[in-house]
């Protein structure tokens, strides 16, 4: 040790010149700032290249050209309703699966026989492709909103399953026997002890199922639809409009974004509350 080192001062770790201290990122509107960093870059490469000239309008429209394209929908109406039917659906395909996903969820973590009977059953169905449900949901359910909402659920069910199941089988067991002696069993010692021990991994779970339910849209809007985002990227596709395929692809980006932060203001409510 150095004669300069002060005896029981804590170490630190230089921070490099130029670079940005990490506390930085916790200021209000900082971190949403340097997250858009990347988006506003891609869209500037974007427009070079087709000023450019590199690629051909059907290969790569113009960032102005889809904004026309938007426009122009949104002027006849068309634009909101695509918005507005795909939202529903996927809202209402996660509610049912995530529903579903935490009661199933929960079943198999808490019983070892629920586990032993069910877990191999669920595991096969889980690696399925979705487009392979398409076929026996228009047999069973012909073609409307209830095929579509189903296909969502599942894809929707499987992540918060999955989630679930194992955080409650790894549940500190010194907790739920404090739990029980305090008179909890059955339902209240889920409601009460366990659930909230697994809240981060809960919503873990519901995250990714969010981003599932809206993977599972598209194939849920092949169910010969005539509205919604997924029909827009088809329709567009057989219509050779390019730019309206890249605007229904930026609408889903967003409107998944915003939904997942939605959820994350749940998530970070739900943590002061339960943690």
């Known amino acids: 040790m150095s004669a300069s080192t002060t005896v029981g001062a804590p170490e630190t770790t230089p921070t490099p010149a130029g670079a940005p201290r990490p506390e930085a990122l916790s200021r209000p509107g900082v971190r949403a700032a340097v997250g858009l960093a990347v988006p506003v870059l891609l869209l500037l490469a974007w427009w070079a290249a087709t000023a450019a000239g590199a690629f051909s309008a059907v290969q790569l429209p113009s960032p102005q050209a889809v904004v026309r394209a938007g426009a ?4 006849r109406g068309d634009l909101w309703t695509h918005i507005g039917i795909s939202t529903q659906r996927v ?11 935490l009661a199933v969820g929960s079943a198999l973590g808490l019983s070892r026989w629920a586990d ?15 487009l392979a449900w398409v076929p026996l949901l228009i047999l069973w359910m012909q073609i409307g909103e ?13 992540p918060v399953f999955t989630t679930v199941h194992s955080a409650l089988r790894h549940v500190d067991p010194h907790l739920v026997e404090a739990g029980r002696a305090f008179g909890y069993h059955g339902l209240s010692l889920l409601r009460t002890v366990q659930l909230p021990a697994v809240v981060p991994a809960v919503f873990s779970g519901l995250r990714l199922a969010l981003a599932q339910a809206w993977l599972f849209l598209v194939a849920a809007e092949l169910i010969a639809s005539s509205m919604g ?4 990227l088809t329709d567009s596709q057989n219509n050779g409009r390019t730019d309206r395929l890249i605007l229904a692809i930026i609408l889903l980006a967003v ?16 943590l002061r509350r339960w943690s």
């Open 72 to 75: 122009d929908l949104a002027g």
């Open 91 to 101: 809202l209402l395909g996660f509610a049912i699966g995530a529903v579903l996903g």
């Open 116 to 130: 032993a009977l069910l877990a191999p059953l669920i595991g096969a169905l889980r690696a399925v492709p979705s």
């Open 146 to 158: 209830d095929s579509k909402v189903t296909l969502i659920a599942i894809g929707a069910f499987f």
């Open 229 to 232: 985002l997924g029909f827009l």
């Open 255 to 270: 409107l998944g974004k915003v939904s997942d932060w939605g959820l994350g203001l749940v998530e970070r409510w739900a």
